[in-house]
């Protein structure tokens, strides 16, 4: 991976009106990478994308993107980029391939090769059955793939991906991050959008926001280790109830989640959480069939920043 | 170019799949012009008539018949009086009475004046002026011709009334070509602001705005589809205007079509301009009605441009389906020649470079 920066964003800032959107967002991009933006609803997401991307003018602050300044010279940017909006952006009442045609069109690739590179797309999308049916009738998925397919037609270095995956089913969504995995290994550049925890895991580097603002920016493992939690995976047969509330008086406790039977404990500071949470429930009378630590993942990192976050 | 060329593309292609707002656009003009042209129609006839002759007479009779004669007023029978007069007034059996006073042979016979009285339902003026028209020159002839009679010389003075352009005074032939400029307003400011405004309301608009399409490309190849559909109206009017109502064409076709250009132009500028303001399609709809109304009552179209306060008149200029009812009834109805018209073009002229001007402002790349 080279060191080429392909987005640098520096302090920026949007208002709309008295609401704060953007509070304060500076992030650095290298060429080739899978970027998750990872953050609750309304923390400011689909806002930056819409800033790096020269639609929207940032309030302070400011952005280079693909070598062009966003607020000055907002054609060039938009000429080497892809972007894939949040809602379904493409016409539903065109067929597959007259949206494909659209988009070429209107993304002026040459007309000798358009005929070759719609029909590439096509094939690799897997949409060359369905390229005559109206992209309202394609399910989530499809409609996903139609879109992303779209938004390359024009080899841009650069694809902007807001939320690519919402609403899609699991089986979908693995499909539709191969294909991102594909695009990356080409050259392309990729920052990409989620709620989806599985998801933040399959890129290269995270960026967390909140309420406006990064908290933490590395990758997957490296944001993981930072927070310094342990996890304690508990199968207490009865009264798991108490159990969690018991645990969760200890101020070396972070958070307790009971997921089905297990109650998956995580705690800050760096002790054996297992050994806690025997003496926690040993010291109640609380029987304990199994215990065991378990390796904290990106959601565990996400939901204590968020949570310490708030509590601030 | 070929980034306007693709949306112009795309547009067809979704005006092709939307069959409603497609048959509407054609139906649209067929139905309005059978409605205006037979069921709107100033031209009065049968106007229910009741009669109080006093007088009995054959010289009274006579004048009964004359009027029947005129096509104008039905004869619905005789009253007696004037409280029966009111009350037919009222039902709405009789909009007009004529009285024949007593004696009324007997003056004739004498040579002295002698009055008829007409009683007029004044409620709807129209009506007024055109009873009171027929009458006036039916009991004028009459008196003539007894003057005549007696002195047995010709009247020193005549009026000879020559109607050019629309010798037969029918609606149809004014209301016709005028209906073009209507449907024009009503069709393009409508179908632009919406074209427009559903882009927005889908989310389509954003991957318009990411995209490097430039704002003129994207005015242009929204608006050029509906060029072709405004040509397509035009046509259409003038076809069944002139086989169903026999509206004559007098003028040049070819210059008729060049300078529906800027007409068409100027509303679908104006309705960029309105898709910068609505939010979303029933509100663009709205904006649009909004439009036409002072259209349709301050252009010319259903009421005479001349009667109007002089305010009026000044707004009505600034509405181009004012000026281009004067050229379309000037080509079509009177031959009338582009030097004949030139300052109706620069009004056009002038709308239009307003309304690009104000739609260029509002239309930017930009969210937010």
Known sequence: MSAEVVIEAQHLARHFGDLVAVRDVSLSVRRGEIFGVLGPNGAGKSTTIRMLCGILDPTSGGARVVGFDVRQQPEEVKRRIGYVTQRFSLYEDLTVRENMEFFAGIYGVPRRERRARIEGRLERAGLMPRQKQLAANLSGGWQRRLALACSTIHEPPLLFLDEPTAGVDPVSRREFWDQIHRISSEGTTVLVTTHYMDEAERCHRLAFIFKGEVLDVGSPSEIVARRALRIAELHVPAESRRAAELLRERSEVDEVAPFGAVLRVATLGGGDPVALCREVLAGAGIALERAEEARPTVEDAFVSMVRSEGAS | ?368
């Open chain 2, 1 to 368: 170019m070929n980034r306007f060329l693709a949306i112009a593309l795309k547009e067809l292609r979704q005006l092709r799949r939307d069959r409603l707002t497609l048959a509407m656009m054609a139906m649209l003009p067929v139905v309005q012009l059978l409605l205006f042209g037979y069921a709107i129609n100033s031209d009065v006839r049968h106007v229910p008539t009741v009669v109080w002759d006093q007088d009995h007479s054959a010289a009274s009779r006579e004048i009964v018949q004359t009027l029947e004669a005129t096509g104008f007023y039905d004869i619905e029978g005789r009253v007696f009086g004037y409280p029966e007069i009111e009350r037919g007034m009222r039902s709405g059996r009789a909009r007009v009475a004529l009285v024949v006073p007593p004696g009324y042979e007997a003056s004739l016979a004498a040579q002295r004046p002698s009055t008829l009285q007409l009683v007029v339902d004044g409620t709807d003026p129209q009506i007024v002026a055109s009873a009171l028209n027929t009458v006036s020159s039916l009991v004028a002839l009459r008196s003539a011709a007894i003057a005549d009679a007696r002195l047995g010389s010709a009247p020193p003075i005549r009026l000879e009334p020559t109607i050019w352009y629309n010798p037969d005074q029918r609606t149809a032939v004014f209301i016709v070509p005028g209906l073009i400029g209507v449907i024009l307003t009503m069709t393009m400011v409508m179908l632009t602001a919406m074209a427009i405004v559903r882009e927005r309301e889908r989310g389509t608009l954003e991957a318009l705005i990411v995209s490097p399409v430039r704002s003129i490309e994207l005015m242009l190849g929204k608006i050029l589809p509906y060029v072709a559909i405004g040509y397509v109206q035009v046509t259409l009017i003038l076809g069944v205007g002139r086989v169903v109502f026999d509206v004559p064409f007098v003028g040049s076709v070819g210059l008729l079509y060049l300078l529906t250009f800027l007409f068409i132009a100027a509303n679908l500028a104006l309705g960029l301009v309105f898709s910068t303001l609505a939010r979303t399609q029933q509100q663009a709809m709205q904006m649009s009605f909004f439009f036409l109304l002072p259209n349709i009552l301050l252009s010319g179209f259903a009421f005479p441009f001349e009667g109007m306060p002089e305010a009026a008149q000044w707004l009505a200029q600034a509405l181009p389906l004012t000026h281009f009812l004067r050229i379309v009834r000037g080509v079509a109805l009177k031959g009338s020649t582009l030097s004949d018209l030139m300052p109706e073009l620069y009004w056009l002229g002038g709308i239009l470079c307003v309304f690009v001007g104000l739609a260029s402002l509002r239309f930017r790349k930009k969210l937010g």
